[in-house]
């Protein structure tokens, strides 16, 4: 006998586990219940089933059911399926329909992509042939992989509209704006089309001091990011279009970065260069690391998911951002429970700078993470040292600031000092600052008496572009005297990255992978026969790589023209006015002509000169 679509309805609840207790989300099936009352006014649509969370940045679910005899591919059923997408597009950008027989299913994700409403429709292939639970209908909009050139394309728009319709002109309150505006998102906040400045403004707090209540009664010092955002002194803007273009901007950069296949790609780091583009370095003396840096660091001090890790200076989050990815992949995905561990107990970082520590706060509550082991301090200071001794570091990636009025040397030594013995310790800092501060009695040979640097990477000398340093990896064992110990020297002279304008370098041809593997498995193995770069340093004479002397080369022009800057010199010639009547009777004096192989000039002589 065929199924009845009631009996359909029935079965189809109990698949996708509509009749479970949800908290923050309104799911269910039945004939009877209008989109009025599910909160859609004035609408008296009554869907099959419906999933609607509370936060409306996450996505929906609608339900149309049909009798066995029925098919699923009827144009007809699809249209009715579409209405109700586009009721439940009153509230959500994102949400999927699902029809269904019994049997057969027929799935359609529709995305709003813009203010006015553009509709982004996709029939959903390589789908499950049978009704599956609703988390795998949830998770078809989590499937798109981050576009690094989209966010920077949004920040950039982002940042122009913050600095001229919004009249912010500070640089860094600009990022904290959308950082929040980010966190908001991401906490259900409602940012929507057409709704007034003040609105948004008090959305975003309200859902910041909402999303931080719990985890504030862990660290109060996530109260820091609530007032920087207050602090902000913004103009009232009547610019409606401006205003929907922001919290477009925003949502869409919200869904990259939500996406399953996130890939730990730091958005705050992206938000630092494009924000920073006319300021190459942070007023607070730091110098933002690149994602393919944190990559490597991560696997050239193979971190794994049971270490703790640490950042003493931690700027926007970049290497906990990374070391969260990677350690949560390790461990089976986001929804185990060691990746619950992992974001709660085993990432940590510190900062001293106020707005910057707002930031990172932000940037791992974006990821819903760590964020209640991130503390402002002062690194220099006993009382962080007291706070990294409590906390078990295992490993420890860091890119300190880098100008000694910072206290680099003394933020290495306390780390150094406060992580338990034989912690692997890898810092980036400019190529010669330990080497010049070798015979420093306060820093340089405390250094290694107490610790052994066991290898230093010369990174790509344009590295971090438009700085004015060239760097290296230093790694450290903590508590381990150098003693006799050399030091082994490597030199990656290029990453594959390509500098493209107004958005810093970036591996653009996707070439860096390729080094990364290789220069792994050489650190790992000792061995580096395709760059032979290898060195084994005398810590007794070098901190730092040695790049090896340039051959003096001599070419028959150089003689030429030290010959003749000679001979003009004893005649009493100038040599510059020389050069200047020379090239004159060449440019408009003479008869030029060329050939394949080569030009011929003949100089014309004046209508006045002898023959």
Not at 51 to 57: L, N, T, V
Request: glycine residues 6%; contains cysteine; charged residues 30%.
């Amino acid at each position: 006998m065929a199924r009845t679509e009631d009996k359909v309805r029935d079965a189809a609840k109990i698949i996708l586990g509509f009749d479970e207790e949800e908290p923050g989300v309104n799911q269910g099936t039945g004939q009877t219940t209008t989109f009025n009352q599910l909160g859609f006014s004035g609408i008296n649509d009554k869907p099959d089933g419906w999933y609607f969370p509370d936060a409306k940045e996450r996505v929906a679910l609608i339900l149309e059911t049909k009798s066995a005899s029925e098919d699923v591919t009827n144009p007809k059923w699809i249209e009715e399926l579409k209405k109700n997408l586009r009721i439940a597009t009153k509230k959500y950008r994102k949400v999927v329909g699902i029809l269904y027989n019994g049997v057969d299913v027929y799935v359609l994700k529709l995305k709003l992509t813009s203010h006015k409403n553009s509709e982004n429709w996709s029939e959903v292939e390589n789908l499950a042939p049978a009704l599956q639970n609703k988390k795998y209908y949830l998770a078809l909009f989590s499937d798109e992989r981050i576009d690094k050139q989209r966010i920077y394309n949004l920040t950039k728009r982002i940042n122009n509209c913050l600095h001229n319709q919004f009249g912010i002109k500070n640089l860094y309150h600009r990022m904290i704006i959308t950082a929040c505006a980010l966190v908001a998102k991401r906490y259900g906040a409602m940012l929507i089309p057409d709704m007034e400045y003040s609105v948004m403004t008090n959305s975003i707090l309200n859902t910041l001091n909402k999303s931080l209540e719990k985890d504030k009664k862990q660290n109060l010092k996530l109260n820091i990011l609530v007032e920087v955002y207050s602090e902000i002194k913004m103009n009232m803007s009547n610019n409606q279009e401006a205003i929907n273009n922001f919290i477009e901007w925003v949502s869409e950069i919200s869904d990259c970065v939500n996406s399953d296949l996130w890939n730990g790609e730091d958005v705050m780091g992206i938000f630092f260069n494009e924000f920073n583009r006319y300021k190459k370095k942070s007023e607070s003396g730091q110098v933002f690391t690149p994602d393919h840096i944190t990559s490597f660091m991560y696997r050239l001090l193979d971190v794994n998911m049971n270490d703790k890790v640490l950042d003493a200076t931690c700027g926007s989050g970049a290497f906990l951002v990374k070391s969260m990815c990677n350690m949560i992949k390790e461990a089976g995905g986001v929804n185990t429970d060691e990746a619950s561990r992992i974001k709660s107990c085993q990432l940590f970082g510190i900062e001293f700078d106020r707005e910057i520590f707002a930031l990172a706060c932000a940037n791992m509550l974006i990821h819903k993470d760590g964020k209640t082991n991130l503390e402002q301090l002062d690194t220099r200071t006993p009382e962080a040292v007291a706070w990294i001794k409590s906390k078990g570091v295992t490993k420890v990636l860091m890119n300190p600031p880098y100008e000694r009025k910072y206290g680099c040397l003394k933020i290495v030594q306390n780390v150094l000092s406060a992580v338990p013995v034989g912690t692997k310790c890898a810092f980036i800092l400019p190529d010669k600052k330990l080497e010049k501060d070798l015979t420093d009695k306060k820093y340089g040979n405390k250094l290694l008496k107490n610790n052994t640097l066991t290898t230093i990477i010369k990174l790509p000398e344009n590295l971090f572009f438009g700085v004015g340093v060239t760097t290296s990896i230093f790694v450290f064992e903590a508590g381990k005297p150098q003693k006799n110990r050399n030091i082994i020297g490597y030199y990656i002279e290029e990453d594959g990255l390509e500098t493209v304008k107004n958005q810093g370098r970036q591996d653009i041809k996707g070439r860096w992978q390729e080094y990364e593997n290789y220069w792994i498995k050489a650190i790992q193995d000792g061995v580096d026969e395709r760059y032979n770069s290898r060195q084994v340093i005398n810590p007794l004479e070098h901190l730092s790589y040695q790049m090896p002397d340039k051959p003096f080369e001599i070419y028959e022009e150089d003689f030429i023209k030290t010959m003749m800057d000679y001979e003009l010199f004893i005649r009493g010639i100038d040599v510059k006015e020389f050069n200047d009547n020379l090239l004159k009777k060449v440019l408009y004096s003479s008869d030029v002509i060329g050939s394949d192989h080569e030009v011929n000039i003949k100089i014309r002589k004046a209508k006045n000169e002898a023959n």
